[in-house]
């Protein structure tokens, strides 16, 4: 074994599979005694479904489930803007309104593929690094026990002291094209229909912290009464409740992602706000970000030097969706009279304009994410390193057709260049798809992110070696 994953979630399980079809040795473990069986998440962003699609756990998600249309905002009770997703038409990858758990129905079957058994029922109780020691990844969810036995602080703050939320199965004579919000004084109230079901809807509102624990069928009675308070919506008849929660929303950010040979990803790492669906989306984007590095460690090509620039990738922008969701739960909440009045007045009438919905959507699918400030990032004319690559058309250099991200993940590719400069890259990397272009050559990095850019091979061998920094001999020189 030279992994150990703690944490049988959509971030670990994707984890695993980025590193399994590397043939790096990975146990996955998670104390649960199986798969969860409510579904939490129900959307994947863009940049979610680009991952999935690399890591070949996509599967038919895109044939069985739909495209989110949006929300349709109400203040007062009154229809005021229908919020929709606008995705740019550009890029071939979309969102999809999903469950969490066909997502990690169709992470499991790729793993069976890869030969990579869940252990369950299995809780990890102490860590003792030495130079021996393999290597160990937290991806055990807010109160991850990997976090807290390797000493990484985890502060932040309350964001909303109480929602209540529930997975019914109601008869409800409303659109289910749409979700719902209901903007009142007293707070918000959201309702969206579940994909899958005809009759399943998933409601959520915040309310006040009095102290009181709530029962699955008290949370139900109270969001039946908050649908005539806030909403004005006394007619759905709820036959069954599916799942039910009470939860706070806090802002966490761990003070490292790395400890030695212990890493974090996905909400061990940061949580924040539900509201926008980033949760899930971040942390398999993590995973995927580690994953080729942690495998270009564990098979030599890469010295662990390599691992900081993850942390230093990803907690920049896991820190920017922390600030956004935050932003954005406060002012929805209304918490204060003056954000009540920007919330009513200003920002949801603005929602419903297409310029400002082609914005949102696209801020929220993360396919604008680019490194090119870290580490491995660089300067030039775009793209430069550090930013990501579309997906489009190419061509293999014996002609046959191909996507550029059906050729990545866990391979790299080299677009365009020529024999020498493909093979310093096979020489540091193993292997790399090599396709047709023209002008400079882009060698892209597993994840879809530029690495480096130009036409000689000196100059890529130099980018490599001082971005993968292996120990001992250097084994990129001919």
């Not at 992994?3 to 040795?25: D, F, N, R, S, Y």
């Not at 579940?194 to 102290?211: I, K, N, T, Y």
């Amino acid at each position: 074994m030279d992994v150990l994953i703690v944490g049988a979630g959509p971030t670990g399980m994707a984890l695993a599979c980025g590193l399994a079809a590397q043939g790096v040795g990975v146990r996955l473990v998670d104390r649960a005694t199986g798969p969860a069986e409510t579904s939490r998440a129900n959307i994947l962003h863009a940049r979610g479904v680009e991952v999935l699609d690399r890591l070949g756990a996509l599967g038919d998600l895109r044939e069985r489930t739909l495209e989110p249309a949006g929300m349709r905002m109400h203040v007062g009770g009154r229809p005021i803007a229908t919020m929709r997703f606008l995705p740019d038409r550009r890029e071939r990858t979309q969102a999809l309104f999903v469950s969490q758990a066909a997502i990690e129905a169709e992470l499991r079957r790729r793993l069976t593929e890869l030969g990579v058994p869940i252990h369950w029922g299995t809780e990890i109780t102490s860590l003792d690094q030495n130079p021996r020691a393999d290597w160990v990844v937290g991806c055990d969810g807010a109160r991850s026990t990997v976090r807290e036995l390797a000493g990484i602080a985890f502060p932040g703050v309350p964001v909303a002291e109480r929602f209540l939320l529930a997975d019914v199965r109601a008869d409800w004579d409303r659109d289910r094209s749409v979700s719902a919000g209901w903007y009142h004084r007293d707070g918000m109230l959201l309702a969206m229909p579940m994909p899958g079901e005809p009759d399943l809807w998933r409601l959520m509102a915040d309310v006040p912290h009095d102290g009181e624990r709530l029962a699955p069928e008290q949370v139900v009675d109270r969001l039946r009464q908050l649908l005539a308070e806030r909403a004005g919506q006394s007619e759905i008849g709820i036959r069954e409740t599916v799942w039910a929660s009470v939860f706070r929303i806090h802002r966490r950010l761990a003070a490292d992602y790395r400890r030695g040979r212990v890493l974090l990803a996905g909400d061990a790492a940061h949580i924040h706000s539900p509201i926008g669906g980033q949760g899930m989306n971040t942390g398999i984007g993590d995973a995927e970000n580690l994953a080729w590095k942690l495998g270009l460690v564990v098979r030599g090509l890469a010295g662990p030097e390599l691992l900081d620039t993850y942390g230093a990738e990803r907690r920049p922008l896991a820190a920017d969706v922390l600030r956004n969701t935050t932003a954005n739960t406060r002012l929805l909440l209304g918490e204060t009279a003056l954000t009540r009045f920007l919330r009513d007045r200003v920002v949801v009438p603005l929602l419903g304009i297409p310029a400002v919905q082609r914005r949102a959507t696209r801020v929220a699918s993360q396919l604008w994410v680019t490194y090119r400030r870290g580490p491995l990032g660089g300067r030039g004319p775009a793209p430069r390193p550090g930013d990501r690559i579309p997906d489009g058309e190419y061509q293999r250099t014996d002609g046959t057709r191909t996507r550029l991200h059906a050729e990545l993940g866990p391979e790299w590719a080299l677009v365009g260049g020529s024999a020498e400069l493909s093979a310093v890259a096979r020489t540091a990397l193993g292997e790399v798809a090599w396709l047709r272009g023209e002008g400079d050559a882009l060698l892209i990095r597993p994840d879809a992110h530029l690495a480096w850019r130009g036409d000689d091979p000196a100059a890529l061998r130099d980018r490599l070696t001082a971005m993968l920094r292996p120990p001992g001999v250097d084994t990129m020189r001919p």
